[in-house]
């Protein structure tokens, strides 16, 4: 899989609320093929004090304009920092990195949740899987209203609903207290990506009911190229680098 450390151009850079910002970034040259669920390290600019690149997944990606967007979810000095660029800045990011997620047929009917910044890899995939919104059944899970991101656009690809812990947007609850979770036989293929507990959750619903499931672990990687073995996961093949042997595993071959 082809592979490239690119320098990229900040086009802008939008607080989507208090700790979620969205990146478009174009490429200097022709954009690389991405599939939904790979993702890109970042080298952080001026923080000095952050030495590792950061995973972040693709948001978004268009090979014509040669741009991609990314979700940055604020959770320590690096992601500030990169929040905190403005456009015209150059950033270098080392991508596509991973396995991507496996794209249903054209016949199918699909269910994919996320939660917190694990939103953007699967409405990313609403816009390749190519279904109509009927057969793409997309839940996103958050906290509250102040913690979803703006989605309304997405509605052309997918079905969108919500789910919020404190009933202030859509189902009060988790995202499998959500309806879609006590039919789960009308659905070929369950996606998710999101906090670890959520998507055993889910793969626990989705083995009970015998269905196809693939989750995007979210492990700590540092180099993304299976070198530096921080993100091991065990698995039935044995241990496996998360970095290039996901971040999207089948919950089969996992070891839960």
Partial sequence: MQKAVTSFTVLSNQALNASNHLLRLRAAGPLLPVSPGQFVNVEIPGGSEVFL??????????????????????????????????????????????????????????LAVGGGSGVAPLLFLSLRAGLAPEQMQVILGARSLADHIPAGHYSRHATLSYTTEDGSLGVKGMV???????????????????????????????AAAGCFCEVSLENLMACGFGVCLCCIEPTVHGNQCVCTEGPVFNINDLKW
Avoid: W
């Avoid at 967007?69 to 270098?92: A, E, F, N, Y």
């Avoid at 659905?187 to 989705?206: D, E, H, N, Q, V």
């Fill in 176 to 206: 499998t207290d959500h309806p879609h979770f006590r039919n789960l036989g009308e659905f070929s293929r369950i996606y998710t990506c999101g906090p670890l507990p959520m998507m055993k959750a889910i793969a626990a619903r989705a």
């Fill in 53 to 110: 690149r950061r995973p972040f997944s693709v948001f978004e990606a268009d090979a014509e304009r040669g741009e991609l967007s990314l979700l940055v979810k604020i959770v320590g000095r690096g992601s500030r920092h990169l929040c905190d660029v403005v456009p015209g800045q150059p950033l270098s990011l080392v991508y596509p990195l991973g396995r991507g997620y496996t794209l249903p047929g054209k016949e199918e009917r699909v």
